[in-house]
């Protein structure tokens, strides 16, 4: 056997496992109540039960968001013109069933935003770019003003069609912001912080396709229930395969645990392969083609970019 083992996913990509060394797998500051399925000293792997089921319908929720320009707004109060972002984003869903998948609906919205009251509507040959504001000027709360814009298009969309009587939804990424939101479930693919203390991560390394962990609370500065489920995959890499899913922290511990199991069958069949996304398998077949239909939606950026210098210079 070699002395090293290759990460499954595309070097172009951070490692799913972003961590150095695994021992920082042992280290975390958020609030862990472990016991909610399973006493934490005898957690094992989660296979789910007979009387389990995935649900039958599957909605998938994710957006994109892009800087198309980096603005000055000439603000009359300020000595100095206050910085902002052009932005377009876009959120859609895919509905998966038991006939294939379909995709439910697409929107595109762009948006200029600045701390100062006075952005301006921005119109140009191409697009509209619609005026908010942010708290301060700072580059991390102009994202951070993009992302929540980003997130209320994805509730909205899901709101929409949950309304339909839609069974499950999965939305790609954390569930901060979506937790009012029914029978929905945040999945994270890509593991930035280690939750679980070692005897709890042992469990996690030791789960084959298609086992979860049992279901704790998580908090850091908000609560949630979580689990790890493992996708199926050829690699040995530590933690390959392996997702974190997210749901609200107002479920009861057995509602908690019927989602996890219903999740836990529903996503197998999902899982991307290899030779088709450098991701696989946790970005997931319907996020990994609807992440690339939103990004052909919010079109060409290069267009786009000029057609904001030239209303600028209008």
């Not at 935003?113 to 908010?132: D, F, G, L, N, R």
């Not at 298009?153 to 069609?161: I, M, P, Y």
């Not at 086992?211 to 689990?227: D, I, K, N």
Request: aromatic content about 6%; proline content about 10%; glycine content about 6%.
């Amino acid at each position: 056997m070699t002395g090293f083992t290759v990460d499954p996913w595309d070097p172009g990509y951070a490692a799913a496992l972003a961590v150095e060394n695994l021992s920082e797998l042992g280290t975390t500051s958020a609030e862990l109540i472990l016991d909610i399925e399973q006493p934490a000293a005898d957690w094992k792997p989660v296979t789910p039960g007979p009387d389990a089921s995935a649900p039958e319908t599957l909605l998938v929720a994710d957006g994109v968001r892009r800087i198309d320009a980096r603005v000055w707004v000439h603000d009359p109060d300020a000595p100095m013109p206050v910085p902002g972002i052009a932005a377009s984003y876009a959120a859609g869903i895919v509905r998966c069933g038991p006939e294939g998948a379909d995709l439910a609906e697409i929107q595109v919205n762009r948006t200029l935003i600045s701390a100062s009251p006075y952005a301006p509507e921005v119109k140009t040959t191409h697009a509209t770019y619609h005026p908010s504001k942010a708290a301060d000027a700072s580059f991390e709360e102009l994202s951070l003003a993009l992302q929540r814009q980003v997130t209320q298009l994805e509730v909205d969309l899901a709101v929409r069609h949950r309304n339909r009587g839609d069974d499950l939804l999965l939305v790609d990424g954390p569930l901060r912001g979506r937790t009012h939101v029914p029978r929905t479930v945040g999945y994270i693919k890509t593991h930035h912080t280690a939750y679980l203390p070692p005897p709890q991560s042992a469990v996690v390394a030791a789960l084959t396709p298609g086992q979860r962990t049992p279901v704790f609370l998580m908090g850091t500065s908000w609560r949630r229930h979580a689990w790890y489920l493992r996708l199926p995959v050829q690699s040995s890499a530590p933690w390959a395969g392996v997702a974190r899913c997210e749901a609200s922290a107002d479920l009861d511990p057995a509602q908690a645990v019927r989602l996890a199991d219903s999740v836990t069958l529903a996503l197998p069949p999902l899982a991307g392969v290899d030779y088709k996304d450098p991701r696989a398998p946790q970005n997931l077949v319907p996020i990994g083609g609807l992440e690339k239909l939103l990004r052909h939606h919010l079109g060409d950026s290069r267009l786009l970019y000029r057609a904001l210098r030239t209303a600028a210079t209008a």
